[in-house]
C-alpha cells in the first residue's frame, strides 16, 4: 500500500541581532519634575509602546527613534542624548517640531580621516575610538511639548508616541520626528553660516566636503568664497550630494524625485530658510526621506540617510545575517515501493535580504517506533529570497508506525555572510494519508476494422511525464509497445493501427510521474474479422487512372487482373501474397507491353483462396 506524507509547519522564525559593534544611545532627561518626558499624566499603552504616563512614553518613543540610528552605526563610545520636551512655537498653521544638532565638534584627533576638517562629537569619539568631550552630551535636543491637541496647535494636531508608524488621523508621529532630529546631531547638518557663508572657525566640515553646485564657477562648496556658498545655499535644483554612498544607494531605490543628474538633491530654496536651508535632502526627494525639512508622515526608514553617514566618515554595522530565515515546504515526495519507508525531501527558503551558506538540514525526534535512515542533507548556498531542495532525502522507517499524526525536529544550519552560524529549528507535523499520488479514473480499449483505440482518464499530484502502453498477443507476453505523452495532465489518448483483424490482443498503460509507475487494469480486444469483397473501382467511367480496392480476411496470394470485352488478359495488376485488410492498387490504362488500351469497357478479376469476383468498368477518352 502506498501511502504519502502530509506535512504541516509550525513556523518558527529566527531574529538575528546585529554585529556587537553597534552604537549605544543613552537619553539624558533634561527635563524638570513633572514635564516634558516626566510629565506624569496617565496614558493608555499605544502602538506597541507600553509607557502607561505620558513622560514614559515620550521616553520610550525616543529611545525607540534613537535605537532606529545606533543598530546602525558603529561605535564604541556611548552616544549621549540630551533630550527635553519645551513650549515651542505652534500656531494653527505651522509650528516647529523639534530641533536638535552636535554639541561640540573635533578636528584633527587621532583617528579623523580629513586634517582640519571639524567633525561633529558622536563622530569624532567612534573614529577617535575615546569620548573626546566627556563632560558634554554628544547631541542636544528639543521637541515641542505644545503638540497636545490644543486647537491653537496646528488645528488640533498632537504627537503619536505608537512604535508602530501609524499615527490615527493627522497627528504626527514622534518617532520620526525624533529619528530626523537625530540624525542633524549625528552629522547630518553643515556647521558653516549658512547666512555669511561663513566656515566655523575657517575650517571645512565633514557635510560640506561632499556639497556641490552644479553649474556654479566653483562648484566645490568648500573651496567656494563665502560669497558663493550664499549663492549656493539658494541655488536649488542645483545643490546637491556627491557621496558615492548616497549616489549609489538612491539609485538602487531609485528615487523618482529629486535628483540631479545622478546625485540627490540638498535643500536650497530662495530665500534662504534659516534652520532649514543646506542641512536637509530637498523636498523633491521621492520617496519621502527621512531627512527633508518639512513633516512629511510616519517614516522610520533610514537607509537613504544612513548611507549619507557614511559619505560623512561613519562606519556602518556590517549587514550580517540572512536575518530571518524560515524553514518551509516540506515537500510531500514519496517512494512506496517499499511500504515501510516514506522518503521526505525538504525545501528550505532563505527569507532574509543576504546570502546564506553552508546550509544544511537533519531531521531528530520523533516518537520511539520511528528510524531515520538519512537525515543530514546538504544544500546549496542560498542567496537572498532562493529557495531550494536538498539533494538528499529522508528516509523515514515506519514499520512500526501505529496510524496517526507524528511530529519530527528539522534543524536547519547556516551561515551568515558575515561568518556567524545559526540554526533553526522546525516542528514538522507529519500525517500519512492514503496514497493520491497517481490514480488511473478509467481504461478503455475498442476495436474498430483495423484499428484498436484506446483511451484513460487518470489524475496526479505530480507532472505525468510518460505514458507507457503494453501490449500481448493473444495469450503472448505483455512487451512494450509505445512509450508516449499524455494528452494532458489528466488524458490519454491513442490509436494502434498495427493490428491484425481477427486477432485478440490485451492492452495495459503504465503511467509514470515523478513518484513512480502506476499500471492500469488490462484491456481485452478482438479485432474484428473482414469479408473478402472486390470493390467498385473509383472513379468510374475514368481516364487514365482508376483505382481498385479488394479486402481479404485474412493473409493470402490474391490475382488481380484487368480483361477486355472479348475476355482476352490486358495486364496483371496483382500476383502475390498481401496482408488481411485492404489494398487498393491503381490501373492507368496501360497493358503488359505499357500500350494505351482504347476506350471502352473492360473487367478486373480477383482470385484469393476460395474467394473469386469481377466488376466491370469503363475507360472513356
Ligand atoms: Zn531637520
Redesign the pocket.
Known sequence: MRHRLVSSLALACLLIAGSASAATVIIQNADGAGEGFNDATAAVPVGGNPGVTLGAQRLNAFTFAANLWAAQLQSNITILVSAKMDPQTCTASSAVLG?AGATTVHANFSGAPVANTWYCQALANSLANTDLSAANPDISATFNSNLNGSAGCLGGKKWYYGFDSSPPGTDIDFVSVVT??I??GLG?QTFSDVTTGAKFMSNNDTYMLKLDDLGAVQPNYSLMSNAQRVSANVDDPNLRWTGANVDAFSAGIPLSGGLSGSHVRVHAPNPLVL??SV??FSTSVFPNEI?E?VYTGPNHNINLSLQLMKDIGWNLVPACSPGVTTVNDIDTLTVHRQATTFVVKVKVKNTGAFAATNVSASMSGGPAWLGFTDANGAYPDLAAAASAFNTDTYTLDVSNWPGGAFQVNLQVSWTDNCGGNHNQTVPVDLQPQPFLAVAISSFQASAQSERVNLSATFRSDLNVENVAIYRAVGDGPMRVLDNVAPTDQSRFAYTDTRVTPGSRYRYQLGITDADGEVVSQIRMVTVPKLDASLEQNEPNPFNPVTTLRFTLPARDRAVLSIYDTNGRLVKTLLDEVVPAGTTALNWDGRNDSGATVTSGVYFYRLTAGKFSASRKMLLLK
Open positions: 530641533s530626523h532630529e540624525g542633524h547630518f534652520g532649514s542641512s536637509h531627512m525639512p
